[in-house]
T-cell receptor
Framework: EADIYQTPRYLVIGTGKKITLECSQT?????MYWYQQDPGMELHLIHY???????EKGDLSSESTVSRIRTEHFPLTLESARPSHTSQYLC?????????????FGSGTRLTVV | AQSVTQLGSHVSVSEGALVLLRCNYS??????LFWYVQYPNQGLQLLLKYTTGATLVKGINGFEAEFKKSETSFHLTKPSAHMSDAAEYFCAVNTGFQKLVFGTGTRLLVSP
């Protein structure tokens, strides 16, 4: 049973629309992450958070924004979707225990912008 | 800085054959090492991890990996491949309070 939930699983949307990808976890993890993954498989970190009111940009520049108002919730927003945003978006979380636990991933949201 | 190199973007084996997926890491301090598996249209699932202690680590689905400090390697193996093992596999390294650094992934293809 998944402890980190992403909705929707699949989304097809028109160019220029505003979208929010939801990510929630029930494990009480402080750290949360958003990755973008294109068909070539490589994972690119686009945002992360180390706790409430903490957000940082990742290694890959992204036009998306995130917020962390509650520990369990880490939504990602695109103000104006473009075809170049078509990708799979993966959310993950980890505890603040020095990195030994690894990350727990959600099932992902596959976004298509037409 | 820490990094991970996965040798071979694609590995093909026959059902029943040995699976060997290679991972080499670079780290200035003792690393924590992980292998994840990703099935189509899914997120990543933790297969196994090395933190401290025994260098041979057993994971789910019959996979295991051995941490070899002298070779800076953490290769993933399975004695006998099954069709259901076909997936993407990611190696990752963490040195404590840093973010996980992932390799570029290896696609395992299993033929009957």
């Amino acid at each position: 049973e998944a402890d980190i939930y992403q909705t929707p699983r699949y989304l097809v949307i028109g160019t220029g629309k505003k979208i929010t990808l939801e990510c929630s976890q029930t494990m009480g993890h402080d750290k949360m992450y958003w990755y973008q993954q294109d068909p070539g498989m490589e994972l690119h970190l686009i945002h992360y958070s180390y706790g409430v009111n903490s957000t940082e940009k990742g290694d890959l520049s992204s036009e998306s924004t995130v917020s962390r108002i509650r520990t369990e919730h880490f939504p990602l927003t695109l103000e104006s979707a473009r075809p170049s945003h078509t990708s799979q978006y993966l959310c993950a979380s980890s505890p603040s225990t020095g990195g030994t636990g690894g990350y727990t991933f959600g099932s992902g949201t596959r976004l298509t912008v037409v | 800085a820490q990094s991970v190199t996965q040798l071979g973007s694609h590995v093909s084996v026959s059902e029943g054959a040995l699976v060997l997926l290679r991972c080499n890491y670079s780290s200035s301090v003792p690393p924590y090492l992980f292998w994840y598996v990703q099935y189509p249209n899914q997120g990543l699932q933790l297969l196994l991890k090395y933190t401290t202690g025994a260098t041979l680590v057993k994971g789910i689905n019959g996979f295991e990996a051995e941490f070899k400090k002298s070779e800076t390697s953490f290769h993933l193996t399975k004695p006998s491949a099954h069709m259901s093992d076909a997936a993407e596999y990611f190696c990752a390294v963490n040195t404590g309070f840093q973010k996980l650094v992932f390799g570029t992934g290896t696609r395992l293809l299993v033929s009957p």
